[in-house]
Nanobody, 116 residues
Framework: QLRLVESGGGTVEVGGSLTLSCTAS?????TNWYRQTPGNERDFVAG???????NYADSLEGRLSISRDDPTNTVYLQKNNLKPEDSPTYYC?????????????WGQGTHVTVSS
């Protein structure tokens, strides 16, 4: 089983940039970032397959960048031009498929606050 640990959350001013990291205890074919506020759904933000196959939410593409450092099993999410709506908790998700059976793993989340 994989253990995921997110870091990099905190407070940043509007218009600034922030990089979140997700370090896994092992490899996963796909790693994703989601975000969630209390009482709301956990929504997809960005994902990466391998080291170069990336996907972004339609409403967020253009100010996001996801990348992977394979030796350390770490996936990064860089956010630019931050806005107050970027303030929810962000969760890392990893997907594995041993013998064709897909399994999902989640980190405990890291909170981001964008203030003026």
């Amino acid at each position: 089983q994989l253990r995921l640990v997110e870091s990099g959350g905190g407070t940043v001013e509007v218009g600034g940039s922030l990089t979140l990291s997700c370090t896994a205890s092992g490899r996963a074919p796909a790693t994703n970032w989601y975000r969630q506020t209390p009482g709301n759904e956990r929504d997809f933000v960005a994902g990466i397959i391998g080291n170069s196959g990336t996907n972004y939410a339609d409403s967020l593409e253009g100010r996001l960048s996801i990348s992977r450092d394979d030796p350390t099993n770490t996936v990064y999410l860089q956010k630019n031009n931050l806005k107050p709506e970027d303030s929810p908790t962000y969760y890392c998700n990893a997907v594995t498929s041993p013998n064709g059976n897909y399994k999902n793993y989640w980190g405990q989340g890291t909170h981001v606050t964008v203030s003026s």
